[in-house]
Structures are given as C-alpha cells and as structure tokens.
C-alpha cells in the first residue's frame, strides 16, 4: 500500500513539473524574446508572428498536460484546481489562437506594430491574457496544495507509526 501511494504521489510531481515546464516556462522566455524588444527589436515586424507561431503548439501542449493532470489526483482538491486551470488555458488558447489569425489577416509576417491597439487582435488577446494569468496563478495554487497535502500525509503516516510503536511497548 505504501509504495502504490509513493508512486501516485511521484506521479502526480511529475505531472506538476510537466505544468510548470510547459505552462510557466514558455509564458516567461518565450514573450522576453519575441515581444520585448530586447532579443528580437521592435523594428522586427516577423518577431510578433513567430511569437504566436512558436506559442500555440506548446500552450496546445501545455492543455494536454492540465488535461492529463486532471485525470490523475485522487484528492478533490487538487482535481478541483487543475479543472479550473484547464477552463482558464482553453480560454488561452481560444485566444492566442484567434491573435494569430489576427496577425496572419493583417499581413502575417509583415503586419504592423498597430495590430497591438486594433480590435480583432484586442478582443482576442483580452481572453488569451486572462487566461494565462489565471492559470499561473492556478498553477501556484496547484503546487501550494499538493505540497501541503503531501506534508499531511506524511506526518499522518508517522504519527501512526508512532502511535503503534508506543503501543507495541507496553
């Protein structure tokens, strides 16, 4: 029993460090190299098609994950989490999805610096930008959780522990 329980608890680690790998990770190099100006200039027309290009099959990927990882934990608690991450990354993708459509009917890799402030690309960025942000908060949440959860179980199994061999000296 205890190694079945070692192995879903080392499971479900690996399921956290896959999120963190594919959902935090990315929202931080991948906008610091193609949309702040500092790796690929402003000047750069293509940066901010290739940003969309590079970003949707790894957020794609990063829903598979949460997907993954709802199906995984038996605790409510963590299920419960991992859906709402789930709801928040569909709304991501809905919108990053529609920003490339955006950029790719305003002339793709040449489509100009004004498609930040047009409506199209602005509708859609408002559920892709909420939805990433609610979902790294989630994901901070996430871990929070499992890490406490995993302290309790741990300091259930040696307060049972010692309670038997307390007994056991009688």
């Known amino acids: 029993m205890a190694s079945i329980q070692r192995t879903r608890i080392s499971s479900s680690v690996v399921g956290i460090i896959r999120l963190w790998l594919l959902v935090f990770v990315p929202f931080v190099?991948?906008?610091f190299l193609f949309l702040s100006g500092k790796v690929v200039p402003y000047t750069?027309?293509?940066g901010h098609a290739v940003f969309h290009l590079i970003y949707l099959p790894i957020a794609?990927?990063?829903?598979?994950a949460v997907w993954r990882f709802v199906r995984e934990p038996s605790h409510l608690a963590l299920r419960v989490i991992a859906?709402?991450?789930l709801l928040c990354q569909t709304s991501f993708l809905f919108g990053h999805a529609g920003e490339l459509v955006s950029v790719v009917q305003r002339g793709f890799f040449s489509a100009p610096y004004s498609i930040f402030s047009e409506n199209p690309h602005m509708f859609f960025a408002m559920f892709a930008v909420a939805g990433i942000m609610a979902s790294e908060l989630l994901l901070i949440v996430l871990t929070v959780t499992a890490a406490v959860q995993r302290l309790l179980r741990r300091s259930r199994r040696v307060t049972g522990r010692q309670a038997y061999e307390y007994r056991g000296a009688r």
Do not use: S
């Not at 794609?60 to 598979?64: L, Y």
């Open 44 to 46: 750069a027309l293509w």
């Open 29 to 31: 190099v991948l906008p």
């Open 60 to 64: 794609a990927a990063g829903w598979w």
């Open 83 to 85: 859906g709402l991450m």
